[in-house]
C-alpha cells in the first residue's frame, strides 16, 4: 500500500512538511516562494493548479491573512476610520483573499482539510465562509511562545495538546519572550517570520492528523469529533 498523499499548501519553510515525511507519509510544500531548504519535494507554483494532483490531504498553513485578521478590520476604511469612507483597493483584496481560501476548501477532489487562518472579523468570516474552527496555542506543543491559530478541519480530529507549558505571568521577561511573534519589529522578513509553524505544533499535527489517513475506514470519523 502506497502512503497517503499530502500537500502543505502556502509553505515556504517546510516544517509541517519534514513532520509529515518524517512519518513516511508522501509529503510536499507547495508555494510561490522556493523552498528556505532547498528541498526537492517542494512544488514552486500557485497552489490552486494542483489540489487536483491525487491527494490524501491539503493543509494550507499561511493562506494570505492580514487583511482577513481582526486586527486588519479598520485598515478597510481609509486612514484607519470608518467615517472617512471605504478603502476600495483593501476591499479588493480581502475579496480577493477570502475567494482564495474558499477555493482552498472547495476546489479539487480531496477528503480532508485543514485551513489555518486567523481570529478573522465579521467581514472576513462571512466572505470565507468559514466553518467551524479550532483555535489553538504554540505552549499546547511544548513551544513557549503565544500565537493564537484557528484551523477550519474538514474530516481531521481537533488537535489535543501533547506537551502543554504553563505560561508565564504577564509583564515578566518571559512573558515578553513568548510574546517574541507579536513584538517583532517591522521589516521585510517580519511577515515570513511570524508566519512559520512551530514544530512542536507540526509533529501534532502530522501525527494526529496522520493518524485519521492511516484509518480511512472510518467514515463517521467527522461526526464523533463534531458530536
Request: hydrophobic share 40%; aromatic share 8%; net charge neutral.
Amino acid at each position: 500500500m502506497s502512503a497517503p498523499r499530502v500537500l502543505i499548501g502556502c509553505e515556504r519553510s517546510g516544517v509541517l512538511r519534514r513532520a509529515f515525511l518524517a512519518l513516511g507519509f508522501d509529503a510536499w510544500s507547495c508555494d510561490l516562494e522556493p523552498a528556505d531548504d532547498g528541498s526537492n519535494r517542494h512544488i514552486r507554483d500557485d497552489l490552486l493548479a494542483h489540489l487536483d494532483d491525487g491527494w490524501d490531504m491539503l493543509a494550507v498553513m499561511h493562506p494570505p491573512c492580514t487583511i482577513l485578521c481582526n486586527s486588519g478590520g479598520r485598515w478597510l476604511y481609509i486612514g484607519g476610520k470608518k467615517v472617512n469612507g471605504r478603502d476600495e483597493p483593501r476591499w479588493a483584496e480581502l475579496d480577493a483573499a477570502a475567494a482564495f481560501y474558499r477555493a482552498c476548501r472547495e476546489k479539487g477532489n480531496i477528503r480532508r482539510r485543514a485551513l489555518e487562518n486567523p481570529v478573522m472579523h465579521r467581514h472576513a468570516i462571512e466572505r470565507t465562509q468559514r466553518g467551524r474552527t479550532q483555535f489553538v496555542q504554540p505552549w499546547w506543543f511544548g513551544d513557549p511562545f503565544f500565537k493564537s491559530t484557528g484551523f477550519e478541519l474538514i474530516e481531521l480530529p481537533d488537535l489535543q495538546p501533547t506537551n502543554k507549558l504553563t505560561p508565564p505571568k504577564a509583564g515578566t521577561d518571559e512573558h515578553k519572550a513568548w510574546s517574541r511573534v507579536h513584538r517583532m519589529p517591522p521589516g521585510a522578513e517580519r511577515a515570513r517570520l511570524r508566519s512559520e509553524t512551530f514544530p512542536g505544533l507540526a509533529d501534532a499535527c502530522a501525527d494526529q492528523w496522520g493518524a485519521a489517513l492511516l484509518n480511512p475506514a472510518q467514515p463517521d470519523l467527522f461526526d464523533r469529533i463534531a458530536a
